[in-house]
């Protein structure tokens, strides 16, 4: 398995014999996955001769019921001086009450770029023909779009001021008793995130990069999006890339930017999941399509996520907090392992990184499997602590 976390905005710590890590263990099934998951992290850095320091911070649940705040400033003051952070899932309220906490912590870090990487591992399940196809990375836009959180509910006075503005000022009939929402995209975001992703790609020598929209719905957004992903790559990057217009056949030794519809980007990863290989999108479309194709690789327990700022990541388990199971040792603590993995490449202790992966896999290509995988390859599960027990001996 490859190098999966883009690693030049944060590389400080190449040659460092230790670093700091933000812990935070988060709700529901937090706890859990990191005691099955902490002790193979720390092992396989010792095995570079390295040093993880952990330093715990609060957010979510606990965070509430000691700091009354699910979000202290502390944890964010630590996660700004560390730079570096590894998070298990916090619970997100529906409906009402607070924000999502993680989508707060994107936007008061400018962590501007959530990454996920699928890569099958041979052996786990897979409810495609050929899972090995799958070689993926989603470079997701992480702080704008409907995300950016500017809705207001049916019959509120702000719902009504907005709807009677856009009545008057632009001619736009909408219902008067609907809930309201704004989705800004903007030229930098847009960009920054595309540079990223295209910067990522030339360095592993990856042979193309899609831009994900829906365009031809959404023409000022989405379709703009489109537009300034082309203007990127032209514009900065343009003796190492080309576009699918100047090269229809993809026969380039340059890297290929092409577009496809979000709609059709679904259909294309169930059909056709070799000819794509980096992803750019949008918030939305990205959160959609990061979970669907994890769902072809075995699922979120098997999933990595990153949130990248300019010199800040913050890794994390990528499923939620899953309260039905919480305490009793069942869920696949892979998803914060890989992204465990993640954050070593990220400081540049590349040969941990792929140790840790490298026992992941020998651990399900053995057949030891929590419930998740297990369910569906027809195997006897074992318990999320039993699963980091053979991960560490694999070390």
Same mark, same amino acid.
């Not at 099958?120 to 990375?137: T, Y």
């Not at 990127?232 to 056949?249: C, D, L, R, Y």
């Not at 465990?340 to 140790?355: F, P, T």
């Given at each position: 398995?490859?190098?999966?976390?883009?690693?030049?905005?944060?590389?400080?710590?190449?040659?460092?014999?230790?670093?700091?890590?933000?812990?935070?263990?988060?709700?529901?099934?937090?706890?859990?996955?990191?005691?099955?998951?902490?002790?193979?992290?720390?092992?396989?850095?010792?095995?570079?001769?390295?040093?993880?320091?952990?330093?715990?911070?609060?957010?979510?649940?606990?965070?509430?019921?000691?700091?009354?705040?699910?979000?202290?400033?502390?944890?964010?003051?630590?996660?700004?001086?560390?730079?570096?952070?590894?998070?298990?899932?916090?619970?997100?309220?529906?409906?009402?009450?607070?924000?999502?906490?993680?989508?707060?912590?994107?936007?008061?870090?400018?962590?501007?770029?959530?990454?996920?990487?699928?890569?099958?591992?041979?052996?786990?399940?897979?409810?495609?023909?050929?899972?090995?196809?799958?070689?993926?990375?989603?470079?997701?836009?992480?702080?704008?779009?409907?995300?950016?959180?500017?809705?207001?509910?049916?019959?509120?006075?702000?719902?009504?001021?907005?709807?009677?503005?856009?009545?008057?000022?632009?001619?736009?009939?909408?219902?008067?008793?609907?809930?309201?929402?704004?989705?800004?995209?903007?030229?930098?975001?847009?960009?920054?995130?595309?540079?990223?992703?295209?910067?990522?790609?030339?360095?592993?020598?990856?042979?193309?990069?899609?831009?994900?929209?829906?365009?031809?719905?959404?023409?000022?957004?989405?379709?703009?999006?489109?537009?300034?992903?082309?203007?990127?790559? *032209?514009?900065?990057? !343009? $003796?190492?890339?080309? &576009?699918?217009?100047?090269?229809? #056949?993809?026969?380039?030794? =340059? @890297?290929?930017?092409?577009?496809?519809?979000?709609?059709?980007?679904?259909?294309?990863?169930?059909?056709?999941?070799?000819?794509?290989?980096?992803?750019?999108?949008?918030?939305?479309?990205?959160?959609?399509?990061?979970?669907?194709?994890?769902?072809?690789?075995?699922?979120?327990?098997?999933?990595?996520?990153?949130?990248?700022?300019?010199?800040?990541?913050?890794?994390?388990?990528?499923?939620?907090?899953?309260?039905?199971?919480?305490?009793?040792?069942?869920?696949?603590?892979?998803?914060?392992?890989?992204?465990?993995?993640?954050?070593?490449?990220?400081?540049?202790?590349?040969?941990?990184?792929?140790?840790?992966?490298?026992?992941?896999?020998?651990?399900?290509?053995?057949?030891?499997?929590?419930?998740?995988? *297990?369910?569906?390859? !027809? $195997?006897?599960?074992? &318990?999320?602590?039993?699963?980091? #027990?053979?991960?560490?001996? =694999? @070390?």
């Amino acid at each position: 398995m490859t190098s999966t976390a883009p690693n030049s905005l944060a590389n400080s710590w190449k040659d460092q014999l230790s670093a700091t890590i933000v812990k935070i263990e988060g709700d529901g099934v937090g706890p859990e996955i990191w005691r099955a998951s902490q002790p193979a992290l720390e092992a396989a850095a010792r095995l570079e001769g390295r040093e993880i320091i952990w330093f715990e911070a609060l957010a979510g649940e606990a965070a509430a019921q000691k700091t009354g705040a699910p979000l202290p400033p502390a944890t964010l003051e630590a996660l700004k001086r560390f730079r570096v952070g590894l998070k298990g899932p916090l619970g997100t309220p529906i409906g009402g009450g607070l924000r999502s906490l993680n989508v707060a912590l994107r936007q008061e870090l400018d962590l501007f770029a959530c990454v996920r990487p699928i890569k099958s591992i041979p052996g786990s399940p897979s409810p495609v023909k050929d899972p090995s196809l799958l070689d993926m990375i989603i470079f997701r836009e992480n702080t704008e779009d409907v995300y950016a959180g500017l809705e207001w509910p049916a019959g509120s006075e702000k719902a009504q001021k907005l709807i009677a503005f856009t009545h008057s000022e632009l001619g736009v009939e909408i219902a008067p008793e609907s809930a309201v929402g704004l989705k800004p995209m903007s030229e930098r975001a847009s960009k920054r995130l595309i540079r990223l992703a295209i910067e990522w790609a030339l360095r592993e020598g990856r042979p193309s990069l899609t831009l994900v929209h829906k365009g031809n719905i959404m023409k000022f957004t989405e379709g703009a999006f489109r537009q300034w992903g082309y203007e990127v790559a *032209a514009g900065e990057f !343009g $003796q190492k890339t080309i &576009s699918q217009a100047q090269a229809p #056949q993809g026969e380039s030794q =340059r @890297l290929l930017i092409k577009d496809c519809l979000a709609d059709n980007m679904f259909t294309q990863i169930i059909l056709r999941p070799g000819e794509y290989s980096v992803l750019a999108t949008p918030n939305l479309n990205g959160d959609y399509l990061s979970d669907a194709l994890a769902g072809q690789i075995g699922g979120l327990g098997l999933a990595p996520g990153a949130n990248l700022g300019d010199g800040i990541g913050v890794f994390e388990a990528t499923h939620g907090t899953v309260p039905k199971r919480a305490g009793r040792d069942e869920v696949n603590p892979g998803s914060l392992l890989l992204s465990g993995a993640m954050a070593l490449d990220y400081l540049g202790w590349a040969k941990s990184a792929e140790r840790l992966r490298t026992a992941i896999a020998k651990t399900i290509q053995a057949g030891i499997m929590t419930y998740d995988l *297990a369910r569906q390859a !027809g $195997q006897t599960p074992v &318990s999320c602590s039993a699963f980091g #027990q053979a991960v560490l001996a =694999r @070390l």
